[in-house]
């Protein structure tokens, strides 16, 4: 992951939907979901790894994660699990998701009701 | 900057921003474990990577501090619903009414001894009003007092309207009479029971559901976190 660099503001938001996305998998303490964020993204979505705590605190908050401190390497960790809630979360964020990509995607492609950049250029 | 001096700043943002000493501790502990990971990844890689760049990896400390703080704090009402807003309100009712009915013991009963019907016969209607009104009071300051829990905390509004109706019922089925002396001083009667509700006590009941339906009147138009969280990150990205 990069350093000192911080990601546009459109991302808001993106963070939580990753975290969810990587503990649908396996319990994980913040150390590891950031690197798995960095391993899956190929280090292409940054920032500042300690911001990852705050977001895991509010998704605990809201009910989505569950998080018990468990021995990882002869050191006491907090290991963070999806709950079922997170889980439902995480299926209705995802096909949002996708569905704003998509129309993003046909926005700058020109399609349905977008614009097509190089017809603009072009003329 | 070394991890002290950064760790010190963390701390001194966090306590600015008025953080629980609890959720400070933690971050702290989490974020001292998460330091050790990266200076262990990057003894192992054997790459370039100073002491500096390790923190700076870390992050802001302000930036930190600032997300810590947005996070909304969840008094121990919201994190147990059930408890507070259904099981709660009419055990408080009651606790209430019968702190009122104390303060008629120390204040109202002796301001009124040695006066019978026959000599002072407006006690009559007193009476009649004076026990409704008890349980009007105490169901009435529980309704408030959960509604304004309940916006406070952030949880659906529906646990507020939950909380009026099950006081309500409770009011419908309280019944305080107070029956003042006809001739003898001193023989005045206090009593307090529950039974099938009576037309007149369904009074009772209507102030707590009055109180419900204002709050879910003017909450109409303001979210709750819990309706918020789902939909936020998308909309936001979006």
């Given at each position: 992951?990069?350093?000192?660099?911080?990601?546009?503001?459109?991302?808001?938001?993106?963070?939580?939907?990753?975290?969810?996305?990587?503990?649908?998998?396996?319990?994980?303490?913040?150390?590891?979901?950031?690197?798995?964020?960095?391993q899956r993204t190929g280090g292409k979505i940054e920032f500042g790894e300690g911001s990852i705590y705050p977001v895991l605190y509010r998704l605990e908050q809201d009910g989505l994660l569950t998080s018990r401190k468990e021995e990882v390497r002869?050191?006491?960790?907090?290991?963070?699990?999806?709950?079922?809630?997170?889980?439902?979360?995480?299926?209705?964020?995802?096909?949002?998701?996708?569905?704003?990509?998509?129309?993003?995607?046909?926005?700058?492609?020109?399609g349905e009701n977008g614009f097509s950049p190089v017809a603009t250029t072009a003329s | 900057m070394d991890f002290h001096q950064w760790q010190q700043q963390l701390r001194n943002e966090l306590y600015q921003r008025h953080i629980p000493a609890d959720?400070?501790?933690?971050?702290?502990?989490?974020?001292?474990?998460?330091?050790?990971?990266?200076?262990?990844?990057?003894?192992?890689?054997?790459?370039?990577?100073?002491?500096?760049?390790?923190?700076?990896?870390?992050?802001?400390?302000?930036?930190?501090?600032?997300?810590?703080?947005?996070?909304?704090?969840?008094?121990?009402?919201?994190?147990?619903?059930?408890?507070?807003?259904?099981?709660?309100?009419?055990?408080?009712?009651?606790?209430?009414?019968?702190?009122?009915?104390?303060?008629?013991?120390?204040?109202?009963?002796?301001?009124?001894?040695?006066?019978?019907?026959?000599?002072?016969?407006?006690?009559?209607?007193?009476?009649?009003?004076?026990?409704?009104?008890?349980?009007?009071?105490?169901?009435?300051?529980?309704?408030?007092?959960?509604?304004?829990?309940?916006?406070?905390?952030?949880?659906?509004?529906?646990?507020?309207?939950?909380?009026?109706?099950?006081?309500?019922?409770?009011?419908?089925?309280?019944?305080?009479?107070?029956?003042?002396?006809?001739?003898?001083?001193?023989?005045?009667?206090?009593?307090?029971?529950?039974?099938?509700?009576?037309?007149?006590?369904?009074?009772?009941?209507?102030?707590?559901?009055?109180?419900?339906?204002?709050?879910?009147?003017?909450?109409?138009?303001?979210?709750?976190?819990?309706?918020?969280?789902?939909?936020?990150?998308?909309?936001?990205?979006?």
């Open positions: 992951m990069a350093k000192g660099t911080s990601n546009p503001d459109f991302l808001n938001g993106v963070p939580e939907l990753m975290v969810l996305r990587v503990l649908r998998d396996e319990s994980l303490h913040g150390y590891a979901i950031v690197q798995q964020i960095a002869g050191r006491q960790r907090i290991l963070y699990r999806l709950s079922s809630k997170g889980l439902k979360q995480l299926e209705s964020r995802t096909a949002r998701w996708q569905e704003v990509v998509c129309a993003i995607q046909t926005f700058f492609e020109g | 959720c400070a501790e933690r971050l702290m502990n989490e974020l001292v474990d998460h330091y050790l990971d990266l200076q262990e990844a990057t003894q192992m890689k054997s790459d370039a990577t100073t002491n500096n760049d390790v923190i700076k990896m870390l992050g802001d400390p302000k930036s930190i501090a600032t997300a810590t703080a947005q996070i909304p704090r969840r008094s121990w009402a919201a994190r147990h619903p059930l408890l507070s807003y259904l099981i709660l309100p009419p055990l408080m009712s009651l606790v209430v009414l019968a702190l009122l009915i104390l303060v008629d013991v120390f204040l109202l009963v002796p301001a009124v001894r040695g006066r019978t019907l026959e000599t002072d016969p407006w006690l009559a209607s007193a009476c009649l009003v004076l026990g409704p009104l008890h349980v009007i009071v105490a169901t009435s300051l529980i309704a408030l007092w959960s509604c304004r829990s309940v916006a406070r905390s952030g949880r659906s509004k529906l646990w507020g309207i939950a909380a009026c109706l099950v006081v309500a019922i409770l009011g419908a089925y309280t019944s305080v009479n107070f029956a003042a002396p006809t001739a003898v001083p001193g023989s005045g009667r206090l009593s307090l029971g529950f039974g099938f509700p009576l037309p007149v006590f369904w009074m009772q009941a209507v102030t707590p559901l009055i109180i419900g339906g204002f709050f879910y009147a003017l909450r109409r138009a303001t979210p709750s976190i819990e309706t918020e969280s789902e939909n936020t990150p998308l909309s936001r990205a979006a």
